[in-house]
T-cell receptor
Framework: QKEVEQNSGPLSVPEGAIASLNCTYS??????FFWYRQYSGKSPELIMS????GDKEDGRFTAQLNKASQYVSLLIRDSQPSDSATYLC??????????FGDGTTLTVKP | GAVVSQHPSWVICKSGTSVKIECRSL??????MFWYRQFPKQSLMLMAT?????????EQGVEKDKFLINHASLTLSTLTVTSAHPEDSSFYIC??????????????FGQGTRLTVV
């Protein structure tokens, strides 16, 4: 079992729709959870971080964390073609070292 | 977010030569820096963690004599790929973090270095 698993893609949604990205993790000691966006050939860019159970909203992005279920998700509302990228879920135990999932590639079709 | 600068952004070198990649935190002191490698269509794989002034901690399977890491100051870490071979061709990315052990402190990524060994 991988330490961090993401739903296999690719995921395709029409422009304006909600994109839902999911991630599960195996280490119950995990404390910090991050979503990164990575465009092809570029470095990852942090878009959301979440540390406690519940929802965290930032603009069109909402991260949801459920530590009991070891589950974290990212919702993108009003998806735009510019959101097309690979989204990486990362989980940290608190020492700063993060473990990344394999990523989910999202395509938003105009 | 904080700014991490990585240089060069791409490099082509001959097999058997060494390549040095620099990672700088521009507006904060990075007590910890991480070096990742990413092959095409794969996720980031952590190679090593370095703390300023101490030896790097390498992940299992990463040759420390081949991938030399130096973190001599709070704003600079370097990765040297020694005696590079074509299989070392990859995208190398550094990230830097400010406060050691502080829960919730994000690490910020450099732009990455695409290494091609011919």
């Amino acid at each position: 079992q991988k330490e961090v698993e993401q739903n296999s893609g690719p995921l395709s949604v029409p422009e304006g729709a909600i994109a839902s990205l999911n991630c599960t993790y195996s280490d119950r000691g995990s404390q910090s959870f991050f979503w990164y966006r990575q465009y092809s050939g570029k470095s990852p860019e942090l878009i959301m971080s979440i540390y406690s159970n519940g929802d965290k909203e930032d603009g069109r992005f909402t991260a949801q964390l459920n530590k009991a279920s070891q589950y974290v998700s990212l919702l993108i509302r009003d998806s735009q073609p510019s959101d097309s990228a690979t989204y990486l879920c990362a989980v940290s135990t608190g020492a700063g070292k993060s473990t990344f999932g394999d990523g989910t590639t999202l395509t938003v079709k105009p | 977010g904080a700014v991490v600068s990585q240089h060069p952004s791409w490099v082509i070198c001959k097999s058997g030569t060494s390549v040095k990649i620099e990672c700088r935190s521009l507006d904060f002191q990075a007590t910890t820096m991480f070096w990742y490698r990413q092959f095409p269509k794969q996720s980031l794989m952590l190679m090593a963690t370095s703390n300023e002034g101490s030896k790097a901690t390498y992940e299992q399977g990463v040759e420390k004599d081949k991938f030399l890491i130096n973190h001599a100051s709070l704003t600079l870490s370097t990765l040297t790929v020694t005696s590079a071979h074509p299989e070392d061709s990859s995208f190398y990315i550094c990230s830097a973090r400010g406060s050691p052990g502080a829960q919730g402190t994000e690490a910020f990524f450099g732009q990455g270095t695409r290494l091609t060994v011919v």
